[in-house]
């Protein structure tokens, strides 16, 4: 792109500057009576219409009047809903009089969409997170730094970018150091710029930590962990100014952080303060004046907030109003019980609804019943007959003809308190099944068949009251015991279905061998081999030093391998301590699967240990054997000799 850019007008953002502070008026004598009188009125207009003398009342409205009018409003709580599907909505009274309708769902949504929270949500390795920043800067931020620290391993570098064209400048300094051995890596990255171009500039630090270790997981994975702070800060003829400070920190699937933010768009401003996590708590610091604790008292956790809810574990204390919605119901003035009041006239639901809403201290006439609770009883007498209603949560009842359940405690109705005289019971059809002068109906007792209708029913007590026999003959008590046979291992089966038994517990329990389907639930097996072994250290092979098997079960969980012994390298020559190397490794033999490996140095003339241990998540059903090889690392014209060696498997089904 070339030649000179169209000169095009800059848009303009309004700034509030504060409020004017206008000269006064002063008086002026022409000599003229009658323009001097037409100046002492043009005056006096001005200076009441501005508020500088006469009533208060009279002054004229000005935009700033306008502004701070709807800012006092929206501090009541949250923007007027106006609209149907604003979401629900909690009445308030203004003060002075009338009331407003507040959307509570109206702070939630303004919370979500915030830049703030949008950002705060995401991720560490979601590329989007870097949106707002230019492609240059973007493209640096984006580099894997764990992938960097494994290819560098140990560095300390330093890149500075500039750019300095007709349309654009931009600076860019990059520090990063990084370490790393084996599959474990870890790095430092701090990246600062600042960019400037025609309708916008923006600066930044990003601050970038990373650790990453290699096969983390079972499935062969890298478990990472990060931490990542921005500060960043914005001016933008479109976007408006905004500046932004966010701290985030991610374990594996775990994310947590906060960030405050303050903008202004069309010369409106807002901020805000958001934290993202599972649990967020304000914990007294002298819950630790005698030391670390993981179980402070609750005086000392006084708040705190999960996904299952807002916990206060101390006093609150309030000055001012509380509201409460659960369920559609508010309850405006706070907690309270129930009232019992009395007026004159026939009844009405409206005016019963209003007479409760007066003697609670409110103006005007209430909208809606969220201010009545259950329990609420009004009485109307009208030309001397008296109607006494109660409010039952949706509506005006009888109290003497409904009894709301709320109105009894549970177990505080004793059965000598209960006169039973033309009680009945009835089924679900209304149907009466038993009641006073109502026979039981023997066909409404289930199972018990013919015997429910026999006066008289012995078992076992003498064979002419006793008509239930097995097999023939008559059963009496005895036969209960003697008739049975006793279980063994012949006859379980015709007592107890295979696999009938899913669930058992057993305090305790003497078992011989105990086994899943032929393969013991817990195999182990020991070779040791006592001497010592020689190998040569010119040797370029490996060389078994230890095998061991073990018999496992169709599905096991795993083997774990333990192998461990001690190595000495002859003097390499002059009878000094020189270093030198060699390598060991776990194979199943199977197939040849490399289940662990490692190098290790070694002192000359000195006896150093020798361990390694190793996870086979795929046994196989039946017989698996395991090997342990062997072979010095850097050749030499000693001699390597190993000491004692043990191999030890350890298997198991969970």
Do not use: C
């Not at 101390?314 to 919605?325: A, E, H, L, P, T």
């Not at 005016?351 to 103006?363: E, F, H, I, Q, Y």
């Amino acid at each position: 792109m070339s030649g000179k850019p169209k000169n095009t007008k800059a848009l303009r953002v309004s700034k509030d500057t504060g409020a004017a502070s206008l000269p006064g008026l002063p008086s002026v004598a022409t000599g003229n009576a009658s323009l001097d009188a037409w100046l002492r009125a043009a005056t006096e207009h001005l200076e009441v219409r501005g508020g500088a003398r006469g009533n208060d009342a009279e002054r004229a409205l000005t935009q700033r009047d306008l502004k701070e009018l709807k800012a006092a409003a929206d501090a009541l709580g949250g923007v007027a809903s106006q609209e149907a599907d604003a979401g629900q909505t909690v009445p308030i009274v203004l003060p002075g009089g009338g009331s407003a309708s507040i959307a509570i769902d109206a702070f939630e949504k303004a919370i979500k969409d915030t830049k703030l929270y949008k950002n705060l949500m995401m991720r560490l390795d979601d590329p989007r997170r870097f949106d707002d920043l230019r492609g240059e800067v973007r493209e640096e931020l984006l580099r894997d730094l764990a992938k960097e620290a494994a290819s560098r391993g140990s560095a300390i570098t330093s890149v500075e970018k500039l750019i300095q064209e007709a349309y654009l400048s931009l600076v860019m300094r990059i520090n990063t150091v990084t370490s790393a051995v084996g599959d474990a890596a870890s790095g430092v990255r701090q990246t600062a710029f600042a960019t400037s171009e025609n309708g916008r500039a923006q600066a930044g630090i990003i601050n970038q930590l990373s650790a990453s270790l290699g096969n983390y997981y079972q499935d062969g994975t890298p478990g990472r962990a990060d931490l990542e702070q921005q500060m960043t800060v914005t001016a933008d003829r479109m976007e408006g100014l905004r500046a932004q400070y966010t701290l985030k920190v991610m374990a594996g699937g775990a994310l947590a952080g906060y960030g405050i933010a303050a903008e202004e768009v069309n010369g409106q401003p807002s901020s805000a303060f958001i934290i993202g996590a599972n649990k967020f708590a304000i914990v007294d610091p002298d819950t630790y004046s005698a030391g670390l604790t993981n179980t402070p008292d609750a005086a000392h956790l006084p708040f705190g907030v999960d996904t299952y809810g807002i916990y206060l574990n101390n006093n609150v204390y309030i000055k001012g109003s509380v509201r409460i919605d659960t369920s559609g119901k508010t309850l405006i003035q706070g907690l309270r019980g129930s009232v019992d009041l009395y007026r004159t006239g026939s009844w009405s639901d409206t005016s019963a609804r209003n007479l409760v809403w007066t003697a609670l201290g409110n103006p005007g006439t209430p909208t809606n019943n969220n201010h009545l609770v259950i329990g609420d009883t009004v009485t109307a007498t009208s030309a001397g007959l008296s109607v006494v209603r109660a409010w039952m949560g949706s509506s005006w009842q009888n109290p003497g003809m409904v009894l709301n359940g709320d109105f009894l405690i549970n177990g505080s109705v004793a059965a000598e308190k209960i006169d039973t005289r033309g009680l009945t019971i009835k089924d679900n059809n209304g149907n009466v099944i038993f009641g006073a002068g109502v026979g039981l109906n023997v066909s409404q007792i289930n199972g018990l068949g013919t015997l429910a209708t026999q006066n008289q029913v012995n078992i076992g007590w003498d064979t002419q009251y006793s008509n239930v026999m097995i097999d023939g003959e008559l059963i009496r008590t005895s036969d209960l015991v003697s008739r049975l046979s006793r279980i063994n291992s012949g006859n379980i089966s015709t007592f107890i279905d295979g696999l009938a038994i899913t669930t058992a517990y057993i305090g305790n329990a003497a078992i011989e061998t105990l086994k899943v389907k032929g393969g013991d639930i817990t195999s182990m097996h020991v070779m040791q081999y006592p001497g010592q072994l020689q190998v040569a250290g010119n040797s370029t092979g490996w060389t078994q030093i230890a095998s061991v098997g073990i018999n496992m079960a169709a599905g096991s969980s795993g083997v774990v391998l333990m192998f461990d012994s001690a190595t000495h390298i002859a003097d390499l020559g002059g009878g000094t301590a020189s270093y030198t190397a060699n390598e060991i490794r776990i194979l199943r033999v199977r197939d040849g699967a490399l289940l662990a490996y490692t190098n290790r140095h070694n002192i000359n003339l000195l006896w150093m240990d020798m361990k390694l241990s190793a996870f086979d998540a795929s046994p196989v059903g039946g017989y698996n054997e395991y090997i342990v090889q062997f072979k010095p690392l850097t050749s030499t014209g000693g001699t390597w000799t190993l000491g004692n060696r043990a191999l030890i498997a350890v298997g198991g089904k969970r």
